[in-house]
């Protein structure tokens, strides 16, 4: 973090930058698919989400092009300013806060229910967890698994994804079955459909499986699977349980929307640290059916397993999501700053005009390598149901653009070349199924996330300085 005094100055360079927008007319730069209108998109800073009250990114300098909240988001102010209140309280009276606080207490009820509010959900569908890691595996180590049972994933999973299912894979004889993403040539022109029957075609090895365990955005690629199709994949293939890891979607993407809705998944887990902008250490998980219980369902990592003893069937159960908040000492100030950014998307427009903004700064970057380097674009661009606000490509030579340079070397040096720009974006291992057989082959890609403080100034900062570094290689 920096000084406050250098926070200061990031915060006059917002307002003055502001004011500059409102007078030169942002519009005129609007690009095609329509940049949302609510805010003046400067620089790391945004409008107001409490009125009267400035809420703008100012911990993010002025001059850095921060291009990866993928990896992790920043904080807008009055997060920051709720986690800060909230730790000081808490060190003010521990006890009290830690037994009975109704935001920073370790039952999370008042927390529960704004974030089940904020999702449209009920507060027994949601438990407040500390990343999307976590999340998953209470959701895999909870089910109630049997040798040879089968589940179906895909090359593309994050190890908070493949980690416990090796483990039941390992000590009871899970049986696994990954499904390869087409190459980076194909997936960028597939179709939502297309896609989906390649992946998870209606073939008796796939049908009947107890779960199938995919991303709703995928960090490799930027593809987004839709929630609704693919509930319709999971019964069509008449699978038990949808388990999906919605990491790179929290804050990205609408989750209340008909098409990507979470209610259409058994368990959603995800973060508040990332797109969201909440703090580290927080996310959640999203359970549908509340009532479910042992022996369908154990809550690991709790400390309720006591209250299933002599559970009977009438449905007046412990609720699973409120065992499994239970678990002692957990980061409450974390989860109601993570409130608080879900105020901020509310105050801010909501999330539907987030994602908005958010997809058409990517379109932007899509464009831009779509124009000089087709070959090398991995996103898909065609369909526009699977975009993201996740762009991912091949570095080229500027002047040999039919190449994709796919080694890491390469994109690792683009990375830093551009961080001595003031300009973070990341690279990326991506499987390759061409290559083949050897699943611990990649190849490598540079990932740009456009998040909700970005602006398309920025977005054009890091064209011209990409053309600058690919000239150079
Ligand atoms: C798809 C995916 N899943 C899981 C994770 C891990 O997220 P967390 O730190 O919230 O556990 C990441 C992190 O980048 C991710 O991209």
Redesign the pocket.
Not at 131 to 134: G, L
């Given at each position: 973090m920096q000084s406050s005094k250098t926070s200061t100055s990031n915060h006059k360079t917002f307002l003055s930058r502001r004011a500059f927008l409102k007078t030169a007319g942002l519009s005129s730069t609007a690009i095609a698919g329509g940049l949302a209108t609510k805010g003046a998109f400067a620089g790391n800073a945004l409008g107001s989400a409490a009125p009267g009250k400035q809420c703008g990114f100012y911990q993010l300098p002025g001059d850095f092009v921060y291009l990866n909240s993928?990896?992790e988001g920043s904080m807008p102010e009055c997060v920051l300013t709720n986690l800060q209140n909230n730790l000081l309280k808490w060190a003010s009276n521990p006890t009290w806060s830690y037994e009975l606080d109704q935001e920073l207490g370790k039952r999370q009820e008042l927390n529960r229910t704004q974030v089940a509010r904020f999702l449209g959900v009920g507060k027994d569908n949601i438990c407040l967890t500390d990343?999307?890691?976590?999340g998953?595996s209470m959701t895999i180590m909870g089910l109630n698994f049997r040798p040879n049972d089968k589940v179906i994933t895909t090359n593309h999973?994050?190890p908070?994804?493949i980690s416990p299912l090796q483990i039941l894979q390992a000590r009871q004889g899970l049986r696994l079955e990954t499904q390869s993403f087409p190459s980076p040539a194909l997936l960028g022109r597939m179709s939502m459909q297309e896609l989906l029957d390649t992946l998870f075609p209606n073939t008796p090895a796939l049908r009947g499986a107890k779960a199938l365990c995919v991303?709703h955005v995928?960090?490799t690629s930027g593809v987004r699977l839709p929630l609704q199709a693919l509930r319709e994949k999971a019964e069509e293939l008449n699978i038990s349980y949808l388990i999906v890891?919605g990491?790179?979607a929290m804050g990205m993407i609408d989750l209340s929307s008909r098409r990507d809705s979470i209610e259409n998944c058994d368990f959603y887990s995800c973060?508040g640290?990332?797109w969201l902008n909440g703090p580290p250490s927080t996310?959640l998980l999203y359970i549908r059916n509340a009532d479910i219980r042992p022996p369908e369902f154990y809550p690991v990592f709790s400390q309720r397993m006591g209250k299933y003893s002599d559970c009977d069937d009438d449905h007046s159960c412990f609720p699973i999501a409120k065992a499994l908040q239970v678990r002692g000492c957990s980061n409450t100030p974390g989860f109601a700053a993570m409130v608080r950014a879900m105020e901020f998307v509310e105050a801010e427009g909501g999330a539907a005009h987030i994602e908005k903004h958010i997809l058409s700064l990517s379109r932007e970057v899509k464009n831009f390598v779509l124009a000089r380097a087709p070959s090398c674009i991995i996103s898909p661009h065609v369909d526009t149901v699977l975009l993201s606000g996740l762009t991912t490509f091949f570095p080229f030579r500027w002047d040999r653009p039919e190449t994709p340079l796919t080694d890491k070397k390469t994109a690792d040096r683009v990375v830093k070349e551009l961080l001595a720009r003031k300009i973070q974006i990341r690279s990326i291992g991506i499987p390759n199924a061409d290559l083949l057989k050897h699943s611990s082959e990649k190849v490598y890609a540079l990932r740009v996330s456009t998040g909700y403080f970005n602006s398309v100034e920025q977005v054009g900062i890091l064209k011209n300085a990409l053309q600058e570094v690919l000239k150079g290689i």
């Open positions: 993928g990896t990343n999307t890691t976590m998953l999973e994050h908070a994804m991303s995928y960090p890891d990491a790179q973060p640290h990332k996310g």
